[in-house]
């Protein structure tokens, strides 16, 4: 599934969503908080797995070539068969030799940012939001300004693909929505019902508490996952535009507002699994598939983990807290396509990506693979969506306020050295809320500068 879910008619977030800006993938924070290298020497991405992605002819009539770099392995699944579909339909299509670059995942992200500097694909794979707003104000994205507006496409998606300067350097093709996911046969059997607000979902706890069930699974072995919990906390206690300023560097970490985040966190730990350090996201996502645990906040590819209980899974989004702000605000990271700057083809490149915004090309590629995503373009074919993705795109819908996720939403420095030990040190001793905030603050500060 690769991450994501999908949806009944595409996706329609509406045009006052407000989907910020974001940036870098997971397992690069991981690396970086471990003290892994990020830039290794140039040209790395395009040797590590060249394929030819599609042939000449059949097409439009043009006989130009585009190399398409993809931050999947060869081989590697149902993402990799997406990006291979995208690289093939677009060949057909055009009549272009399409040569693609496929790396696996975490090589991809550790290393972009040589990547973009050395010899770069025409057509590469990113994230929306505060790395891509980066690497278009570092002047190595190509400007996408006049392929928007793109049918299909609403004004959030066009607003997560735009930089500081008002211009547009991507291309989405899909995103996945985190929510609390449960398993259906415990509630069922326990008479529970979907929790509207904090005080219904504290009942929920407890009473799975006295059934010898633990409420909800916990897994922050790799350090990102902890950082949805915080990012929804955030959104409910403060609202949608503190938390943005927040990851912008506009606020203070030592606020009473941001100490009330980690206050009502802290509360909500003893309906957690213990020792979440020592967990994965795929062993806490196990115990849920398993009834050992009920509920699990995490993105829609939870389900890669549990493929063979993935029907006995449901979600709801996390409760209200504050009736004043309401619960219409969650994460739902959205991936795309950019044009490099220092790209060989560039006018080529260009019509690619023109063309993989389109339903006709997100259908294209779901149609190449095992397991669809969820496609950005609200035209696309939904009919090999699973229950869960139909969901997914009824919730992102319904949504005011989409953010990308923490560690795509701020600075990539802050997110890796600064926020994933502090969280897992709060996670281990949450008793010093002061101390743990001024030592945010204190970074932030040398970070961002104030």
Not at 73 to 99: E, H, I, L, N
Not at 124 to 143: I, N, P, S
Not at 234 to 249: A, E, P, V, W
Request: aromatic fraction near 10%.
């Amino acid at each position: 599934m690769n991450r994501h879910p999908e949806a009944q008619s595409g996706l329609i977030i509406p045009p006052s969503a407000r989907v910020t800006m974001a940036a870098t993938r997971r397992n690069f924070l991981r690396s970086a908080a471990a003290g892994g290298a990020v830039l290794t020497a140039p040209g790395l991405l395009s040797a590590c797995s060249s394929d030819s992605g599609g042939g000449s002819g059949g097409g439009g009539g043009s006989t130009g070539t585009v190399t398409f770099g993809a931050n999947e392995a060869k081989d590697s699944g149902p993402a990799y068969q997406r990006m291979k579909g995208f690289a093939d339909a677009w060949a057909k299509k055009s009549g272009d030799k399409v040569t693609g670059n496929y790396v696996d995942h975490n090589t991809f992200q550790e290393n972009i940012n040589t990547y973009l500097q050395g010899s770069p694909d025409d057509v590469f794979t990113w994230f929306a939001g505060y790395r891509m707003q980066q690497f278009a104000e570092d002047g190595l994205l190509g400007d996408l300004t006049d392929l928007w507006p793109i049918d299909g496409m609403s004004d959030a998606f066009k607003e997560a693909s735009t930089s500081s300067d008002d211009k547009q350097y991507l291309v989405p093709y899909d995103y996945y929505p985190w929510a609390m996911f449960y398993n259906k046969e415990v509630f069922d059997k326990n008479k529970i019902e979907e929790p509207a607000t904090l005080d219904d979902f504290i009942e929920v706890c407890k009473t799975l508490q006295g059934k010898g069930i633990t409420p909800v699974a916990f897994g922050d072995k790799d350090g990102w996952p902890a950082m949805g919990t915080f990012d929804i906390l955030n959104m409910r206690i403060n609202g949608f535009d503190f938390h943005m300023s927040l990851m912008h560097g506009e606020e203070a970490w030592d606020s009473s507002e941001v100490k009330a985040v980690f206050s009502k966190w802290a509360e909500l730990l003893t309906y957690h699994q213990a020792d979440p350090l020592g967990r994965t996201w795929q062993e806490a996502a196990t115990s849920m598939g398993k009834g050992e645990c009920a509920m699990y906040l995490l993105g829609t590819f939870v389900g890669d983990a549990i493929p063979d209980d993935v029907d006995n899974i449901d979600f709801f989004t996390f409760p209200e807290i504050d009736s004043s702000i309401g619960a219409d605000a969650l994460d739902a990271p959205i991936d795309g396509f950019c044009l490099s700057s220092a790209a060989k083809n560039p006018d080529e490149g260009k019509k690619m990506l023109a063309f993989l915004g389109t339903a006709e090309a997100q259908d294209a590629a779901n149609n190449a693979a095992d397991a669809p995503m969820i496609a950005a373009n609200a035209n696309a074919s939904t009919k090999t969506y699973s229950a869960l993705q139909l969901k997914s795109v009824e919730v992102v819908n319904a949504a005011a306020h989409i953010a990308q996720f923490l560690d795509r939403d701020t600075n990539t420095d802050f997110a890796s050295t600064v926020m994933i030990p502090s969280i897992q040190t709060f996670l281990k001793k949450p008793d010093d809320i002061d101390g743990l905030t001024k030592s945010i603050q204190e970074q932030k500060v040398s970070i961002f500068g104030s």
